[in-house]
């Protein structure tokens, strides 16, 4: 894999001595998956079954009960077809966790739907979901995911996120999976290398400090908003939370726990409450996850 220049020096700056076990996550070969039991078709016993019927060694994801480690990547079987399980790294289980249930919920960048199937699964398909992109592409895939998992309490919308509370909509939960310059794709996908740049990611910093300030006005008086990322920079994560800190005085930063999860708190004073996500601490893609509240 070859790293380009800025990349490297960047990281190195930011990782310091771990830099070298940060990238071997994403050069070494990759040796056991996830999927998430979809408990709204399915059950962790019957999904169990089913993987050792196919001889398929599993394990449990320690911080997620509906999670499993699984030993092949040959999964998009028929059960995952009629969305008995979803196909996801298993730190893209958190984000959902961390926010939990609520009446009314915005996945403000939800396609192709992992999270939004997941925010499903955790409000047991009770109240209203609502799963926004404003790609008509990718709405497409997001559709196909909610009607496969059964997510039967999930509106689908189409706006442009950095102008949500244009729509005087108001919710308790929020998640904002802010698109990124997804560093934590680099096991996918060398094309991150291929395009990243420090000039790249202050050009998504500025939507994505948009986004969480319109997001944040969409939030009921004692709501919880999530942010989240799947990539590393300083100015995609502790940035974009200290601009919404400055910008209203109301959001108030909580600790983000889960247990069974090695976390990284917030490279900031004012952002220690952060978690970030190293995938050499867990065996999985890195992320960062804020949990915000408004006061009220």
Request: aromatic share 8%; charged share 25%.
């Amino acid at each position: 894999m070859r790293v380009p220049a800025e990349f490297r020096r960047y990281h190195q700056d930011l990782l310091g001595g771990e830099y070298d076990d940060y990238m071997d996550y994403f050069t070494r070969p990759q040796s056991r998956y996830s999927i998430r039991v979809n408990t709204l078709k399915s059950s962790m016993r019957e999904v169990k079954r089913l993987l050792g019927e196919r001889n398929i060694e599993y394990g449990k994801v320690s911080w997620c009960n509906d999670g499993l480690w699984v030993g092949t990547d040959d999964l998009d079987l028929m059960e995952h077809q009629l969305g008995l399980y979803y196909i996801q790294n298993a730190s893209s289980f958190i984000a959902p966790l961390v926010l939990g249930p609520g009446d009314r919920v915005l996945d403000l960048c939800a396609a192709p739907g992992g999270k939004t199937t997941h925010l499903a699964q955790v409000m047991e398909n009770r109240g209203l979901l609502v799963a926004n992109d404003n790609s008509p592409a990718r709405l497409r895939g997001l559709v196909y995911n909610i009607q496969r998992c059964g997510a039967s309490n999930a509106a689908v919308l189409k706006e442009d996120g950095c102008r949500i509370d244009k729509l005087g909509l108001n919710f308790d939960r929020i998640l904002v999976d802010a698109p990124c310059s997804s560093v934590g794709t680099l096991r996918q996908s060398h094309e991150v290398l291929r395009k990243w740049s420090l000039k790249w990611v202050k050009q998504l910093t500025t939507v994505q400090k948009k986004m969480v300030v319109s997001a944040y006005d969409s939030l009921c008086e004692g709501g919880r908003m999530v942010y989240s990322t799947c990539t590393t920079t300083k100015e995609e994560n502790e940035d974009v939370i200290e601009h919404l800190l400055d910008e209203r005085e109301g959001a108030e930063l909580f600790k983000v726990d889960l247990g069974g999860l090695k976390v990284r708190r917030g490279l900031t004073e004012n952002t220690w409450k952060c978690a970030r996500i190293h995938p050499h601490d867990n065996d999985t893609d890195p992320h960062f996850i804020a949990e915000v509240r408004k006061s009220g």
